[in-house]
């Protein structure tokens, strides 16, 4: 017997986790073009007072859409992290 609800279940999450890929792959797209011009500019590939801001931004919208904020800014600072490695890449590269 299969369990239909649950198939449907599982595919909006698999769904789902297809829309998180693709949207992080644009954000490191746009976020690689921003590495190269911080090397191309000189400038350093991390910027604490923005990486900050954004991080309570995130946790701002993290409460109002009923999700743990503390894992909100875990998963930004995971992508943070991320996007600094690749700067200081570009930067060796410059």
Known sequence: ???DVLKRYRESIDNIDAAL???LAERFKVTQAV???K???GLPPADPGRESAQIERLRTLA???N????FSEKFL???IDE???HHEKARAAE
Do not use: N, Q
């Open 77 to 79: 600072r995971f992508i």
């Open 83 to 85: 996007v600094i490695r």
């Open 39 to 41: 090397a191309e500019a």
């Open 63 to 65: 409460r109002s859409a």
């Open 1 to 3: 017997m299969s369990d």
């Open 67 to 70: 999700l743990d904020p503390d």
């Open 35 to 37: 590495g190269r011009y």
């Open 21 to 23: 890929v693709f949207m």
